[in-house]
């Protein structure tokens, strides 16, 4: 590895790592969402629950897990605070009682209102373009992809279960 102004060529150096960048960056960010969410009773968690819900509601708890890459240990307990506050409710599903739903309650939808007002304060604390926050997204969202792909076992991969289809077996 050549050698880095910046780096020097230390590989363990703790200013070169990816890892270390990302957790203070979010211990950062989030600290500037704290103090927004206060008010509305919400912590950084929740709100993201709130954000899925408020795109799409109702959502089962399978399918809310997905979309905020959360296990149902972690994604429970959010959700029964947010019950709590009566913010969302959960109810077994009509057509598959194996399926919880999640759906927003009128005080969950009237909270959308107030933030709505989260993402330009947000913008406004970091003192950043928009246009820096939006590649950083996309840059972000390459490497979540990268990092799912790398944590997938190879048995769960697309052409791993190709190759255990009946005809692929049989050929073997």
């Given amino acids: 590895m050549a050698e880095s102004p910046q780096f020097g060529t230390d590989p363990l150096a ?12 979010n211990r950062s960010v989030l600290a500037i969402y704290r103090p927004i969410l206060e008010p509305m009773g919400l912590t950084h968690p929740q709100y993201l629950v709130m954000l899925a819900l408020w795109q799409d509601s109702p959502l089962s708890v399978k399918r809310l897990g997905h ?3 959360l296990d149902p240990a972690t994604l429970s307990p ?8 009566e913010l969302i409710t959960r ?3 009509q057509s598959d009682e194996r399926q919880l739903r999640i759906e927003l309650t009128a005080a969950g939808r ?7 007002q989260i993402p330009a304060a947000v913008v406004a604390k970091l003192g950043v373009s928009l246009a820096e926050l939006e590649t950083l997204h996309t840059v972000l969202s ?10 997938t076992p190879a048995a ?12 692929a077996l049989a050929a073997r």
């Fill in 110 to 116: 009237r909270l959308r209102r107030q933030a709505e």
């Fill in 156 to 167: 769960d991969t697309p052409a791993a279960l190709a190759a255990d289809t009946p005809a």
């Fill in 67 to 69: 979309l905020l890459q």
């Fill in 91 to 93: 109810s077994r599903s």
């Fill in 142 to 151: 390459r490497f979540n992809t990268a990092a799912l792909a790398a944590n």
């Fill in 14 to 25: 703790l200013e070169r790592q990816v890892c270390f960048a990302l957790a203070v960056a």
């Fill in 78 to 85: 959010l959700l029964k605070r947010l019950e709590a506050a």
